[in-house]
């Protein structure tokens, strides 16, 4: 099975959806991986294999994004298959004297947390993220009135915005107050060489960072501070070698493998 990379656009979830269902329809797709939030694909469509985030309450999953993910859905050996960006688009630029927090501005993402950190840290700390729809009003504009001294609110920015903020951080802080199902801006900074300083129970973060190499995984505050610190012992080059396994190619060749494996499987019980 050889997997097909193309992309399709659109500006609504209900309009990438219709389109997603015709094509499965047409046998043009075999899989959907759904990422939305409002899950438009799986009211028209049943066949669903894998939703990324914490929106499969009925428990259809048979495919994990993380190994974290498994274990909270109590498949503990469950088929994990990370998933996968076009890193292509990210670059590593000349390093500025801040660290950044990027992430949705909500309570779970744990943006206070990041921002105590940075003060017990004495370190500038830019505050990034998505303040639209899926994100809390009322705690943004409580995020705002914290951002003072070494701390800049930034907020909402465009796709080039983001991308040129990750190439000239220093490192991302993340230390969130849920379980991350998987954490595409962990992979969307390490693509831009920028360390990444998370924590062990923050799920699929801590599977994507390589402690010592790519970043650092702390319990503590103080483990924080101390891998701020030592944030120049972390080579940008293998931030950027780290972030390729997770690709939008690899997800898709292990999808085909997944499928095939699977499809062995029921041609063996036929015959069993």
């Known amino acids: 099975m050889k997997p097909s990379l193309g992309l399709s656009y659109g500006f609504s979830e209900d309009e990438l959806a219709k389109k997603a269902l015709q094509d499965r329809l047409d046998g043009l797709i075999d899989v959907v991986v759904d990422w939305s939030h409002f ?65 949705r501005i909500i309570p779970e993402k744990g943006v206070e947390k990041a921002i105590a950190i940075a003060r017990m840290a004495n370190i500038r700390l830019k505050v990034v993220g998505h303040t639209g729809r899926f994100a809390n009003q009322q705690y943004v504009e409580k995020i705002k ?29 993340f230390k969130p107050t849920w379980l991350e199902s998987f954490g595409i801006f962990i992979v969307e900074a390490l693509a831009s060489g920028c360390p990444c300083i998370v924590s062990t129970d923050s799920g699929g973060p801590a599977e994507i960072v ?32 780290r972030a390729g396994y997770f690709s939008s190619r690899r997800m898709a060749v292990d999808w085909g493998k997944h499928i095939l494996a699977f499809m062995e499987k029921l041609e063996g019980g036929k015959h069993g």
């Open 145 to 173: 009135t914290m951002c003072t001294g070494k701390i800049e609110w930034v907020g909402e920015v465009s796709e080039k915005e983001k991308i040129d903020l990750l190439s000239h951080a220093r490192g991302l802080i």
């Open 210 to 241: 390589v402690h010592g190499e790519t970043g650092y995984i702390c319990s503590t505050v103080k483990e924080y501070c101390s891998a701020i610190n030592r944030i120049e012992e972390i080579d940008s080059k293998k931030c950027i070698e």
């Open 39 to 103: 899950k438009r694909y799986s009211q028209l469509d049943s066949r669903v294999i894998s939703q990324v985030f914490w929106t499969d309450y009925e428990g259809r999953n048979t495919v994990y994004p993380s190994k974290a993910v498994a274990r909270a859905y109590g498949k503990p050996n469950g088929a994990v298959i990370y998933p996968g960006i076009d890193t292509s688009k990210y670059t590593s630029r000349s390093k500025e004297d801040w660290f950044i927090f990027f992430s």
